[in-house]
């Protein structure tokens, strides 16, 4: 559009459709008194506007077969309606008046900030695993590293409507640039002609009404640093089975989404693999991984072993996760770190990087039969790239991996000091990050 809205779509040829922003308003953003804003406005999303409450929403939604969904990670923030096809216009209007005149009333955020105290109470010890990564990775006084869930209850109180409005106004309202509408099921041009009567009004980057009394907070580069967290967690019988610690160790990716290597990495998350040690099996499991079969099917005290990577603007992770019972915390960081170290020193076969590339394209393929996946597909690339790939590209770059291609990253993440991050009641024998290290050549 006129104001640097980018608007994508695909159309799918079906009775429903899926429509939504993707937009550059992510958790990286906040100033330090904002610290779960994010988290909040996750909650917070299709709340009450200056036209309609949080019920007529939600009544809305359900006169038009419309489901909502709301997500907002360290970069971006995701807000679509999957609903009939008839009602794409309205899901649109609906759209821009959450988006651009939301009110962010009291009552709503008290009640959002009780919602995310009882999801603290039980949050899943992979998600506390993970935000232990990136502490650890990047530290705290940098964007990929500061907090994205807000560190305590009274961090969280301390959230007033006024914070919420005025750090969304500066990352949202005032940032055209910064946000794409996309649709799955839906022509073209009628997205583009919804777009511009909705959200067209919208002041530009060079527009005099674009100025705001915050100065938007961009991207400043996070350098990967390397580096230990340890997270202490007692043990509820209640939540989980069994008492277990979990451990992940992660190595840098140069360039983030941007690196030549992003779809050898993804490559090798594939080669690894990993799950459960119980898991019902059949077809396409991934049974045959690495980790499945030289792990999970070795060593009886490995509960789990998985591959992971994650990417940023900048910068990324991958590495490998897994759980134990306490005392062979040091033995499962062992094995983890082996089989980084075997990478690094032993092309992979030809029987293995075939399994591979043909399971991750399998995966990316199957997931973009889901209209939902598609849409933030689509939404997330022009976003990030400005351009995006079919599947046909995704699937010619997955089959130009080669095994030299794999030992090259491995040996490229070595060079940078390995990340090391654990979660559990009794963490005495996780060993020393500075130990790890001298695993490594």
Not at 397 to 403: E, S
Request: glycine share 8%; aromatic share 8%; net charge negative.
């Amino acid at each position: 559009l006129d104001n640097g809205i980018r608007v994508v779509s695909q159309e799918t040829y079906g009775q429903v459709s899926t429509v939504g922003a993707v937009a550059q308003v992510g958790s990286r953003f906040e100033l330090p008194y904002e610290t779960g804003t994010c988290n909040l406005l996750e909650v917070l999303g299709f709340s009450s506007t200056a036209q309609l409450s949080g019920l007529e929403i939600t009544n809305c939604l359900q006169d038009w077969g419309g489901t909502p969904f709301v997500n907002l990670n360290r970069e971006q923030s995701l807000h679509c309606i999957d609903l009939l096809r008839p009602n794409v216009e309205k899901a649109v209007a609906l759209l821009a008046q959450a988006l651009l005149e939301p009110q962010f009333r009291a009552e709503e955020i008290e009640d959002a900030k009780r919602a995310l105290e009882f999801q603290a109470l039980d949050m899943p010890p992979e998600l506390l695993l993970g935000e232990g990564l990136q502490v650890a990775a990047y530290g705290e006084s940098q964007q990929l590293g500061q907090a994205h869930f807000p560190a305590s209850t009274e961090s969280l109180n301390n959230l007033s409507p006024e914070t919420v409005a005025n750090f969304w106004s500066r990352q949202l309202l005032h940032n055209t640039p910064g946000i794409v509408l996309a649709g799955a099921g839906v022509r073209h041009d009628k997205l583009v002609e919804y777009a511009d009567r909705f959200f067209g009004h919208m002041p530009g980057p060079t527009s005099s009404a674009s100025t705001t009394p915050s100065p938007q907070v961009a991207i400043t580069r996070s350098t990967y640093r390397g580096g230990q967290v340890r997270i202490h967690r007692p043990y509820n019988p209640q939540l989980e089975d069994k008492d277990l610690v979990r451990i992940a160790l992660a190595l840098h990716v140069d360039d983030g989404w941007h690196g030549d290597d992003l779809v050898g990495v993804c490559v090798l998350q594939t080669l690894l693999g990993g799950g459960n040690s119980f898991s019902a099996g059949g077809p396409g499991k991934g049974m045959y991984s690495r980790l499945y079969r030289q792990v999970l099917n070795r060593y009886n005290w490995a509960e789990s072993a998985e591959a992971f990577t994650v990417f940023y603007e900048e910068a990324g992770l991958w590495g490998i996760s897994g759980s134990t019972h306490p005392g062979r915390a040091r033995e499962m960081t062992k094995v983890l770190a082996e089989h980084v170290l075997r990478l690094a020193s032993t092309p992979v076969t030809d029987e293995e990087l075939s399994r591979a590339r043909k399971m991750l394209k399998n995966n990316v393929l199957t997931q973009l039969e889901s209209r939902l996946v598609l849409f933030e597909d689509m939404g997330r690339q022009i976003l990030t790239y400005n351009s995006r790939q079919d599947m046909h590209q995704v699937c010619a770059k997955i089959d130009a991996v080669t095994a030299d291609d794999l030992v090259r990253i491995a040996q490229n993440s070595l060079r940078h000091p390995p990340t090391l991050a654990s979660v559990g009641s009794n963490l005495a024998y996780v060993p020393q990050q500075s130990e790890v290290s001298e695993w490594f050549p």
